[in-house]
């Protein structure tokens, strides 16, 4: 029986079910780093929390069975999945990344992985023609849909053709949608990553990541690499996701559904010039994300008429702070411009849209009307303090 993604939320998929010895509901924390033996040469099936531990093989079960992969593994950060993933290639490998990726990524490929002889080339995957960027010594494509922070929607299936044909892998950044709404390994690609931090865990309380596959050879060198560079995740912060993943239906239901009603007040805003959204009909992202998504999700992102007022409404929101991060319960505004794309250098930047009047909003799962109300404060009030900057 394949069960529905709502139910896998809770349960991971059926033969996982009433795993605990006790019958414990909630899957236990494993608080131990090692395990001992019954005799030399047997093993309870754990060695070392750095190889495995319970909680986070519960906690990988479920995630793999939420992106249909057949597994996954559980790191420290998002950064932490991509940092291991990216030791599967070799000095001289080649791969096509989007260039409007979250910035740690592109802080990792051109700092990290560039000076470990790894090339890339960094294209807009949704317009360019990305098999011409194919290479003898390409090994990859690397995408994330919708991206961050302009949205634009990247055709899975179409790279994924594009991957297949050439011999290469495709890995897609799929934080933004979350397993919820977008499952990439079922349109074609080979891996998936997550950060954790963001919808799975969803309280904005705890870091983690994931490297999804349905390569039983990328799995194993993977498991490899984990308990190698020992960056797999704590027994407390996997029961935290566990406990974040149980809700993340409803979560990310609520979050769409407030993410639509403030899209509505946005785009009737005078002074919002701009709203990137792929759930805004008529719009190129919105036909390629129905086709491939179950929704668009709670990501937006905004134009306003000047840097002054972008810079105002984050400092006028009363109820919606001004922080990093996404995927949370509670509504939060991004300053790409000085935040996550800080260290994006300048003209690539300003390439990809991301102008000082731009903000990006993870939306929450607060009372819409507050929402609305909180923002429309912030940018009405303006005028009124429209002085003080000149
Ligand atoms: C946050 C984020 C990451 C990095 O994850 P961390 O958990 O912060 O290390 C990677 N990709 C995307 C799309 C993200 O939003």
Not at 16 to 23: A, E, I
Not at 65 to 79: N, R, V, Y
Request: aromatic share 8%.
């Amino acid at each position: 029986m394949d069960l529905a993604i709502e139910t896998k939320c809770i349960y991971g998929n059926k033969k996982d079910w009433k795993k605990d010895p006790t019958g414990a509901i909630s899957f236990p924390i494993y608080q131990t780093a090692t395990y001992a033996h019954p005799e030399v040469g047997k093993s309870t099936g754990f060695d070392y929390s750095r190889l495995q531990n319970p909680t986070r093989e519960h906690l990988e079960k479920v995630v793999a069975a939420l992106e249909s992969g057949t597994d996954a593994l559980a790191f420290s950060s998002g950064m932490a999945a991509i940092t291991a993933l990216m030791e599967i290639f070799k000095p001289g490998d080649h791969l096509i990344t989007e260039a409007d990726l979250y910035g740690g990524s592109i802080r990792l490929f051109d700092n990290i992985s560039k000076k470990n002889g790894i090339d890339f080339s960094h294209i807009n995957c949704s317009t360019e023609d990305v098999e011409s960027y194919v290479k003898e010594n390409t090994k990859a494509i690397y995408i994330e849909t919708p991206t961050n922070p302009m949205m634009n929607v990247v055709d899975i299936r179409k790279i994924a053709d594009i991957a297949k044909k050439h011999n290469l892998l495709l890995i897609v950044d799929n934080t933004f949608l979350s397993p919820y709404f977008q499952n990439p390994l079922t349109l074609g690609a080979d891996v998936v990553i997550h950060s954790g931090t963001k919808f799975l865990g969803g309280h904005n309380d705890t870091l983690a990541g994931f490297v999804v596959t349905n390569k039983e050879e990328i799995s194993e060198k993977l498991r490899f690499i984990i308990k190698t560079v020992g960056s797999g995740l704590a027994p407390f912060d996997s029961w935290l996701l566990l406990r974040g993943i149980k809700t993340l239906s409803i979560r990310m239901e609520r979050a769409q559904e407030n993410a639509l009603a403030l899209v509505e007040y946005l785009l009737n805003e005078p002074k919002v010039k701009k709203v990137y959204y792929p759930g805004i009909k008529g719009t190129k992202g919105y036909e390629i994300c129905k086709k491939q998504a179950r929704g668009f999700g709670a990501m937006l992102t905004f134009e306003v008429e000047s840097k002054a007022l972008a810079q105002h409404i984050l400092k006028f929101t009363k109820l919606i702070p001004f922080a990093e991060s996404l995927g949370g319960v509670e509504t939060l505004l991004t300053y790409p411009c000085t935040q996550t794309h800080a260290d994006v250098p300048e003209e690539v930047r300003i390439a990809n849209g991301i102008t000082d009047s731009v903000l990006r909003m993870s939306v929450g799962i607060e009372n819409k009307e507050d929402l609305i109300a909180d923002l429309k404060y912030a940018i009405d009030s303006y005028d009124g303090y429209k002085a003080q900057y000149i």
